[in-house]
């Protein structure tokens, strides 16, 4: 552990602009800099950083943070990562420090993942030098023309047969059932003792980006077992969707040769490899996901899918291509001749034939889909006309104007037709999807939303604000409840008041009802007593953390510029970016006249203070009717509809005299 003088040292001394300036080309614009955004596909800068604050933030996708935020975010690194990585850019000794025993544990545990997973790792090769492994497992590899280098290189193995062997071995090398669980390589039966998950399969270990086993894929070798392959679950250390088989092996390749070749199968990229076309990785039987791609893009932009030529596989492959394109990268397909998949054809070319198959063949895959499409559509009109529509949906999804352009030309000439119409149609579609889009939001940040949704966009390239970003880029706006949606803009805007003001006192006058004696409540104070009398709590979580947080820091008496500085510098990440984002953002009042009137911070503070928590009240209300609305919808016992009947009343009453209050409020 680092010490806190360390640690304090590291961040005081870190300037945002040259740790990012390491990793982006920062243009100056004015006290600040601008750059094309690391975290997302952009060809305009929205990516700004401010020396002054020390923070940055994109408004296109909402990222924010502080510099040792950046570093954790772009480099993939924990929080004690990132902060040896700055005290040795600024050549600051860290002097290592006892841990915690809670840290030890949480270290621990994630090792303990590793450490057993490691052990299975060499438990199933060893398993492969001898008995039912050589006989059956070695035999297939050799028959699959998988040589020993290939076996050891990639650490392939033999789970036995036996029902509990790697349980058994495990523990009698000390390691503890709860991590054999946990690490997805046993499981529970019903009489709760454990037994083997991966039985009588040849193994593929999964390794991670930076090298380690996190997972494995076992194979059947029986004809009749319908499982031909078996996973590992999710796991802490293993999340399907951000892994691709090979990835380790692969990644410096694919950066040298700015191309990364998709294939379907372990086994593919086994082959490929033992090949020497090392470029390769597969989605880890998963159909590839959003993640996945993204993943491929920090290496590089441009992607060869090579999947089987039966129908599945043509599908697979037009659904890659649309999540390659949505990324800004550039999708190519090749097919590989009479049903060969890149196994079977390693087997029987070299690899120059090889590359130069894939050179020759590779298609471009928007014209690849189009070809596909027209080769479905015949002489139909009607079904050639729902394929124009299709292309020119795909080609509205490519976030780039230059790139979609040169397509628009390519798909009209294919199809035969005036680049107008599919023009047209592209033009419509991405009116449509930012209409959809802009409806989205405005679910999630009412109109009225005294947090002004406008203003901040005159300095925010493409119309976007923060007001418009998630709150925080880990939650997608479609993952949220009702109830989330709802309380939103509300629980953001007295986040925002305690984030920015949270210290300021309110003086009330005395007449006010809200007067509360000599001593002022702080705005801090105020909201949290307001909540706390109803015993609410914020529903949305990265308010609540970040709430949770602020008053952590403000019950030690901290100051509000040293609690906002340990909330950007601290170790959670929601917090420190939903802390980046609402404690810069200017209040702008709505109601333009009230600017003039009402002149100092403070003044204007008691106005708006209580008046959001009122609204934040009044949107709890209408949750909680919309929930019994629904539930009114569903088949009830008498009883329960009178219930329900009775709280809606009651609830009516309550939200009119909310709106009394605000009335009063408003004056
Ligand atoms: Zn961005």
Sequence with gaps: ????????????????????????????RGSSYVACCPFHNEKTPSFHVTPS????????????????????????MTYPEALRYLAKKYNIEVQEEEESAEQIAARQRSESLLAVSEFARKFFSDQLQGGEGRAVGYQYYRKRNILDATIEKWSLGWAPSGKTTLVDAARAAGYKDEFLLAAGLAIQTEDSSLIDKFRERVMFPIHSVSGRVIAYSGRTLKADNPAKYVNSPETEIYIKSRNLMGIWFAKSEIARQDR????????????????????????????????????????TQNVTI???????????????????????????????PDGDDPDSYSQKHTQEEIRSFIEEHEEDGIAFKTRLLLEE???????????????????????DAIKRQVYIGTVAR??????????????????????????????????????????NRADAPENASFADAPATAA????????????????????????????????????????????????????????????????????????????FGLYDEGKAQDDIIRALLNGEDRTVAEVAA????????????????????????????????????????????????????REPNSPEDVIKFMQELGRLTEIKKNINRKLGRLKK
């Excluded at 010490?3 to 080309?25: C, Q, S, W, Y």
């Excluded at 659904?319 to 990268?329: D, Q």
Aim: hydrophobic share 40%.
């Design 377 to 399: 559509a015949g002489e139909d009109p009607l079904k050639k006309a729902n394929s124009i529509n299709e292309i020119a949906d795909t080609v509205a999804d490519i976030p």
């Design 53 to 76: 604050k020390g923070i940055y933030k994109c408004f296109g996708c909402g990222k924010a943070g502080s510099a040792v935020g950046f570093v954790m975010e772009y480099e993939h």
């Design 475 to 550: 939650t997608a706006p479609e993952l949220l409840s009702n109830e989330e949606r709802i309380l939103g803009p509300s629980e953001r805007e007295l986040l925002g008041f305690i984030l920015r003001y949270g210290r300021n006192e309110l003086k009330f006058e005395t007449d006010s009802e809200f007067y509360d004696g000599e001593t002022p409540q702080t705005v801090a104070e105020f909201i949290d007593s307001a909540l706390a009398a109803d015993d609410v709590h914020f529903v949305n979580a990265p308010y609540e953390a970040t709430y949770q947080a602020y």
């Design 260 to 299: 990364c070749i998709l294939v379907e199968g372990n086994v593919d990229v086994v082959m490929m490899h033992q090949m020497g076309i090392t470029n390769v990785v597969a989605s880890c039987g998963t159909s590839l996901t959003e993640e996945q791609v993204r993943l491929i893009g920090k290496f």
């Design 1 to 28: 552990m680092i010490p806190k003088e360390t640690v304090d040292l590291i961040l005081d001394t870190a300037r945002v602009e040259e740790v990012i300036g390491d990793f982006v080309t920062l243009k100056r």
């Design 581 to 632: 984002q609402l404690s810069t953002e200017r209040y702008e009042l709505t109601v333009h006249n009230f600017s003039d009137a009402l002149t100092t911070t403070d003044s204007w503070l008691v106005t708006y203070v209580p008046r959001a928590i009122l609204v934040f009240h009044d949107k709890r209300v209408t949750a909680r009717q919309n929930e019994l609305t629904r539930k009114l």
């Design 414 to 455: 294919q199809f035969g037709i005036e680049e107008d119409i599919i023009q047209d149609r592209v033009r419509k579609t991405r009116e449509h999807n930012a209409q959809n889009a802009a409806k989205e939001r405005a679910h999630s940040a009412s109109a009225n939303d005294a947090f002004s949704l406008a203003k």
């Design 306 to 336: 090579m999947y089987d030529g039966d129908k599945a596989g043509l599908h697979a492959a037009v659904r890659a291509i649309s999540l390659i394109l949505k990324e800004g990268m550039n999708p190519k397909v090749v097919f590989l």
